[in-house]
């Protein structure tokens, strides 16, 4: 944006455009960023209408490529914003699987774990202790016998804790977290103080990761997500916007505070993310646009 900003202000310096060069050979990505920015920079001095005095005209394009320019800022830095956690996330994690890949281990005590995409975990196992930490993403595990240590597994406020031959998944979606149990009994708890409560095959419990705004329910089957689809029931869209968005490599922004945190359910086929997005914000009359092949944002105008 910088460089875009200085270009519009001196588009003969030689020295500005040797900088502009090297940043475009920096990688594909940072010629894509600048020439798709310098796209709509140039798309927004069209002039429209009956003839004008060229100084008028130039007014005004100044001022429209600068409402532009203050735009596309707020949506590189969005995007940027929104890379940093994945960041962080990335340094703190012991397993991160891909974008759109499912990813399967066999962890040191013998329980399987599946990630789902673009997820995150922590694994901390002692002599005494298995324990692991959902920081992002989905997860589902087939816990294996061992009757000296207990496994525990976190997500938000949301404590786990099941036995051998339990199976289970959690999910941390959008600043929701999801427990649903397949198989088994599991004991989940909000910290250290709470009063556990007992799920059992077919049992979910979701809520805020905060622990706020708690809802329990049945159904058959857990971890839809392992056949691309979607369940949501009574989930807020903001969070079903983010598992269908680990779906695709674009990033994807809500652009609208109310329309993200409207309620939705229904069963969403993530083999097309983009129909899947559409599907969750057109009752409210919400649209989904494809700004680059990186960023999309979903808003209600």
């Known amino acids: ?37 310098k796209r709509l920079y140039r ?13 008028a005209r130039q007014r005004k394009r100044d001022i429209t490529r600068r409402g ?11 995007g940027a914003a929104l890379r940093a956690p994945d960041i962080l996330r990335t340094w703190g994690a012991d397993v991160v699987s891909g974008v759109g890949v499912i990813d399967t281990r066999i962890l040191a005590d013998g329980t399987t774990l599946t990630l789902g995409p673009d997820s995150a975990v922590q694994i901390a196992f002692t002599p005494t202790s298995r324990t692991v930490n959902l920081l992002d993403g989905m997860a589902l595990f087939d816990v294996a016998d061992d009757a000296t240590r ?13 036995g051998s031959g339990a199976e289970f998944e959690m999910r941390e979606n959008g600043g929701r977290s999801l427990i649903g149990v397949g198989r088994g009994r599991v004991n989940v708890s ?15 419990m979701s809520g805020a990761a ?30 079903v916007v983010a598992e269908i968005a680990r779906w695709q490599s674009s990033r994807v922004v809500i652009a609208d505070w109310n329309l993200g945190s ?16 559409e599907a969750v914000v057109a009752p409210y009359g919400g649209r989904v646009r ?5 960023l999309t944002v979903v808003s209600s105008v």
């Open 290 to 294: 494809r700004v680059t092949p990186w």
């Open 262 to 277: 409207a309620v939705v359910s229904g069963i969403y086929d993530l083999a097309d993310p983009t129909a899947a997005l």
């Open 1 to 37: 944006m910088a460089l875009l900003l200085r270009w519009q202000q001196s588009p003969d310096d030689a020295r500005l455009r040797e900088e502009i060069r090297s940043f475009c050979n920096e990688g594909e990505e940072q010629l894509a960023t600048w020439e798709s920015v």
């Open 150 to 162: 207990p496994f525990m597994a976190r997500a938000g406020s949301y404590v786990a804790e099941a």
């Open 68 to 78: 532009v320019l203050t735009g596309l800022g707020v949506i590189v830095l969005g």
């Open 43 to 55: 798309l927004t001095g069209e002039a429209t209408g009956a003839p004008e005095r060229e100084e």
């Open 210 to 239: 905060s622990g706020k705004d708690v809802r329990r329910g049945h159904r058959d089957g857990i971890a839809a997500w392992r056949d691309r689809k979607l369940i949501a029931d009574g989930e807020t869209v903001g969070s």
């Open 190 to 204: 909000l910290g250290a103080k709470s009063t556990a409560t007992e799920l059992a095959a077919g049992d979910w």
